[in-house]
């Protein structure tokens, strides 16, 4: 499964807003979003099935909104209200079985990452 590819991070303000995006591979059956803050274990944002099933975590609740676009197979992490907690490397990973196979947040194939900074 070919690696997928993120854009769209950058430096935005508290309390804005920024869309990241991942082009994955068509075979692709669960996309998720992780970050990475500095000096803190990676965790999950958030996951998306191929039917359009979205899970969330805690933090981002309310905040973050997961879509995809299936026929440019680009999945979408909309991130507002952004908080200087929400910095950090966005990574999205694929896998090519149903989102909960080997557990939520399980992911074999993974981006090179990309920067978000939120300032004041």
């Known amino acids: 499964q070919a690696a997928p590819v993120e854009s769209g991070g950058g430096s935005v303000q508290v309390g804005g807003s920024l869309t990241l995006s991942c082009v994955v591979s068509?075979?692709?059956?669960?996309v998720a979003w992780f970050r990475q803050a500095p000096g803190k274990e990676r965790e999950g944002v958030a996951t998306i099935s191929t039917y359009g099933k979205a899970v969330y975590n805690d933090p981002v609740k309310g905040r973050f909104t997961i879509s995809q676009d299936n026929a440019k197979r680009t999945v979408y992490l909309q991130m507002n209200s952004l908080q200087f907690e929400d910095t950090a490397t966005y990574y999205c990973?694929?896998?090519?079985?149903?989102?909960?196979?080997?557990?939520?947040?399980?992911?074999?194939?993974w981006g090179q990452g990309t920067q978000v900074t939120v300032s004041s």
């Open positions: 990973a694929t896998k090519n079985y149903y989102c909960s196979y080997g557990g939520t947040w399980s992911f074999s194939t």
């Open positions: 068509p075979s692709s059956e669960c």
